[in-house]
């Protein structure tokens, strides 16, 4: 009987290690340098059947909005921050509402101005990632990208 209960545990401290390590997606982040303008470009891998969300959702009530948050508050995006990728627009059932969503690969294209003495570009991405049966927690992934 003892043997059959630490069995029972350990295959349920497993389960929940191996559900905690679950990683959807992945990051890599590029600058691209130029006189006056930096270019940063982060790119999201997405495993299939998972989703990541557009930063610009009609509602805070549903998805977390995927967002890009740089440490230092003097660095502006010159522009609205571009979205590329294999959307998806339209109602969705689990959330009850009108959501744009990006499967396989979403590259979000920011610019910032160039100065003089910036050396590196520090932050971190916040987003949230759901499946068509359920969600993961949101998430942070933190960036520093040297400037040349």
């Known amino acids: 009987m003892r043997e059959i209960s630490i069995c029972i545990i350990l295959s349920l401290v497993l389960?929940?290690?191996?559900?905690?390590?679950?990683?959807?997606?992945?990051?890599?982040?590029?600058?691209?340098?130029?006189?006056?303008?930096?270019?940063?470009?982060?790119?999201?891998?997405?495993?299939?059947?998972?989703?990541?969300?557009?930063?610009?959702?009609?509602s805070d009530l549903g998805p977390i909005a995927t967002s890009i948050n740089l440490d230092d508050e003097s660095i502006k995006s010159m522009e609205k921050i571009e979205e590329i990728g294999k959307k998806k627009e339209g109602y969705d059932k689990l959330f009850e509402m009108n959501i744009v969503k990006f499967a396989n690969k979403l590259k979000l294209v920011q610019k910032i101005e160039r100065t003089a003495d910036l050396k590196n570009v520090k932050g971190y991405i916040e987003f949230m990632t759901c499946d068509d049966s359920r969600c993961l927690p949101p998430t942070q992934v933190d960036f520093n990208v040297a400037i040349n």
């Open 15 to 58: 389960t929940i290690s191996a559900w905690g390590q679950e990683n959807p997606v992945s990051w890599t982040i590029n600058a691209e340098v130029a006189e006056k303008v930096i270019t940063l470009t982060y790119e999201a891998t997405i495993d299939d059947g998972w989703y990541v969300y557009s930063q610009y959702l009609e």
